[in-house]
């Protein structure tokens, strides 16, 4: 069974900086995507950033160029820089395993 643990969010004011970190278990990890997502009060669940196993990227329009998404296939770890951060970046934000599996989530809060 896969299990995703996040770590790293927290309360910071806007143009400020956090890193998210995931670490998962019970995968091979390096054959599989890795993502983060996040849900923000009363919206749906949206797509921040992917990597495939070959190392393809994706990104949301809203997050590209202040966001940076990295994997560590040793430590099974996948992280989100982020970078130049915005109030409208407040959500909890969710690790992905392979577009199935979530972690429970780690509140990020900016403050203008």
């Known amino acids: 069974q896969v299990q995703l643990v996040e770590s790293g969010g927290g309360l910071v004011q806007a143009g400020g900086s956090l890193r998210l970190s995931c670490a998962a278990s019970?995968?091979?990890?390096?054959?599989?995507?890795m993502g983060w997502y996040r849900q923000a009060p009363g919206k749906q669940r949206d797509l921040v950033a992917t990597m495939t196993s070959g190392g393809r990227l994706n990104y949301a329009d809203s997050v590209k160029g202040r966001f940076t998404i990295s994997r560590d296939n040793v430590k099974k770890t996948v992280d989100l820089q982020m970078n130049s951060l915005k109030p409208e970046d407040t959500a909890v934000y969710y690790c992905?395993?392979?577009?199935?599996?979530w972690g429970q989530g780690t509140q990020v809060t900016v403050s203008s």
């Open positions: 019970g995968t091979i990890f390096s054959i599989y995507s």
């Open positions: 992905n395993h392979n577009f199935r599996d």
